[in-house]
């Protein structure tokens, strides 16, 4: 694994990388960060160039300046397109992972910036707004970002997770882990309270641009995890496949399948990013989808 930055607009990115062959880029779900991936990482390392990244203003991608108003999820997406332009080689095309908050980003990435994407693949995007139901859960996100400001962060992430289902599983003691997964840990307890203040209501809230999603809906593939079935975190990208008119991909798991289930988890995934079956050497992807 190979660890750098890059400077964008208001930001300096850190990402790492790891294998060869077409760039494959990992975005991670909101307040998380590129140790997110370590379950899948090395795998997908076998067939494409493995990118993965730390959302700007999270753990080790620092902002210029403590001023976080704007569009966060098109500066996101932005940052997305030019790490796959800085790291793409001329004339070939970049896939993309993401999970949760990360793929509301990589929605907008493809919306905004098509050219040079093969795939997309969005699993489990928290955009309530899409849902007919959406004020409730308005309502619901409003309650959580005003128990984080009267009683803290665990108490707005214990009503958060049990709103949406309570599939997330608990956090592992810091003890007991290995020490780069442990220091993932300790970033993530600190992006929480950014991710609750900053992040939760603009994420939650999102509407995709339907139109421009259709125009490249052949590039779009729409998932959602077998344990969340008929909960929150699995509706959005049910509602939107349907909309759209394209299949939606049920992966191992819950809303952190990819982590629950690496192993079913990164099969399904290569499958749909087009991997052969017959397991083809390092950096070799198929045609299909």
Do not use: C, W
Request: charged residues 20%.
């Amino acid at each position: 694994m190979r660890s750098d930055t890059l400077k964008v607009a208001g930001a300096i990115i850190y990402y790492e990388t790891r294998g060869s062959g077409p760039v494959l880029l990992l975005l991670p779900g909101s307040g998380g960060d590129a140790a997110v991936f370590d379950s899948i990482a090395d795998t997908l390392a076998e067939h494409f160039t493995v990118v993965a990244v730390d959302p700007r203003g999270y753990s080790r991608s620092t902002l210029d300046s403590e001023d976080r108003s704007g569009n966060l999820i098109e500066a996101m997406a932005l940052d997305a397109h030019q790490i796959l332009e800085h790291l793409t080689p001329p004339g070939e095309d970049a896939y993309v992972f993401s999970g949760s908050g990360g793929a509301v980003v990589a929605l907008e990435l493809l919306a905004r910036h098509p050219e040079r994407l093969r795939l997309v693949v969005a699993h489990e995007p928290p955009m309530f707004g899409v849902l007919p139901d959406a004020a409730e859960h308005r309502a619901f996100v409003a309650e959580v970002r005003e128990l984080f400001h009267t009683q803290g962060y665990a108490a707005a992430g214990a009503r958060f997770v049990a709103g949406i289902g309570g599939t997330i599983k608990d956090l592992p003691d810091p003890d007991s882990l290995p020490p780069r997964t442990a220091a993932m840990l300790e970033r993530l307890m600190a992006n929480g309270p950014l991710m609750f203040e900053h992040e939760l209501e603009i994420v939650t809230a999102y509407l995709p641009d339907r139109a421009a999603l259709a125009k490249v809906r052949d590039r779009l593939v729409l998932g959602a995890g077998e344990l969340t079935r008929g909960q929150l975190p699995h509706r959005p990208a049910a509602k939107l496949a349907e909309e759209l008119e394209v299949p939606l991909t049920v992966f191992p798991g819950g809303h952190s399948g990819f982590t629950d289930e690496p192993t079913a988890f990164t099969r399904l995934l290569l499958e749909k990013l087009g991997v052969s079956s017959a397991s083809p050497e390092p950096g070799t992807v198929s045609s299909g989808t």
